[in-house]
Structures are given as C-alpha cells and as structure tokens.
C-alpha cells in the first residue's frame, strides 16, 4: 500500500511540474540548449558539438556545462 501512495505522490509532482511547465511557457521563449557529457564518459564528443553549434547556427543559445 505504501508503495501506491508513492506512486500517487509522484504522478501529483510530475503533472504539477507538466501544468506550471504549460503555464509558463507563453513567456519564456527563448531556444535553449544545454549541453553536457557524463562524469563516467567524457569522450569530449558533447564539447565539439557544442562548438559545432555555437559556430554554425544563431538562433539557438547553446551552453555547455561541465
């Protein structure tokens, strides 16, 4: 039984997060991308395509976190 309560408490945050998230997404507008490699396998294949991207395009902001 405990573990139906957690699933309810979990679908509850999740379509919180889905409403706030289609609430607020008229204001922000802007294109967004991060960019990120794992601890456990940094091949440097996400950093060259973060350079790729920030060479490349304009419209989308692009940041790499490490």
């Known amino acids: 039984m ?5 699933i309810i408490k ?3 945050i999740a379509e919180s997060a889905r409403i706030s998230y289609f609430l607020t997404k008229p204001f922000f507008k802007k294109n967004i991308w991060i960019i990120s490699e794992t601890n456990f396998q940094a091949q440097e294949n996400g950093y060259e395509f973060f350079c790729w991207i920030e ?4 419209d989308i902001d692009v940041y790499y976190v490490t």
């Open 2 to 6: 405990a573990s139906f309560y957690k």
């Open 10 to 12: 979990n679908t509850l």
């Open 55 to 58: 060479k490349n395009t304009t």
